[in-house]
């Protein structure tokens, strides 16, 4: 009896060992920060608008990241300028994809890719990235230029079409997470 016993308890014991084993090596990270700035350009000037509220989500395994996810609300994105703001969000068609997200299929040190979806198409990207230390952990940033067209989505334009912005923007982004 004191046998049957015995190995309840180192089954158990293993059980404990390979779930608490797995959790160290597998985490789930919520950035501490995160910074999105998207810079276009127009016939009269350039602009820019930021987002603070990307959610973001970082999984590691091992000590190394294994996938990336992130959901931009579209509202989030601010120019400072009201109109401008108004234009971008009917643009990418806002009431019906009310986020951008990307998540990731393959992460290294140099780059990501994934599928980055806006106003509702999904494509597959890659992004070069950079990854350095910081005082309370780890920041991972980068920059892809994006072809708004090939997302469907139609430059805004302004003042009845005399100010129109150009094709493409440059999405920036930095996360920081703790290790």
Not at 5 to 9: I, R, T
Not at 11 to 15: N, Q, R, Y
Not at 24 to 29: I, R, T
Not at 104 to 108: G, K, N, W, Y
């Given at each position: 009896?004191k046998?049957k ?5 180192s ?5 404990i060992?390979l779930?608490?084993?797995?959790s ?6 919520k950035p ?11 016939n009269?000037?350039?602009?820019e608008?930021?987002?603070e509220k990307?959610?973001?989500n ?5 000590g190394?990241v294994s ?7 579209v509202?989030?994105l ?6 401008m703001?108004k234009n ?6 806002e009431?019906d994809y009310?986020?951008v997200k990307f998540t ?5 040190a140099s780059?990501?890719t ?11 990207v890659?992004?070069?990235?950079s ?9 991972i ?5 994006i ?5 469907g989505v139609?430059?805004p334009t302004a003042l ?6 150009g094709?493409?923007?440059t999405v920036?982004f930095k996360f920081q997470?703790?290790?």
């Open positions: 009896m046998t016993s015995l190995n309840y308890y089954v158990f014991a293993l059980l060992f779930f608490v084993g797995a160290v090596n597998s985490q789930n990270l501490i920060k995160t910074e999105i700035l998207v810079e276009g350009t127009s009269i000037h350039d602009w608008m930021t987002s990307a959610v973001a970082v999984e590691t395994n091992s190394n996938k990336i996810s992130v959901e931009i609300p509202k989030s601010e120019s400072g300028k009201g109109g703001d971008a969000y009917k643009a990418l068609n009431d009310p986020t990731s299929s393959e992460v290294s780059k990501i994934g599928k980055l979806t806006i106003n509702g198409k999904t494509k597959t890659s992004i070069p990235v990854t350095k230390k910081v005082s309370q952990g780890v920041e940033s980068g920059k892809h230029t072809n708004m067209t090939n997302f139609e430059p009845m079409g005399t100010i129109k912005t094709e493409e923007v920036n997470v703790n290790q």
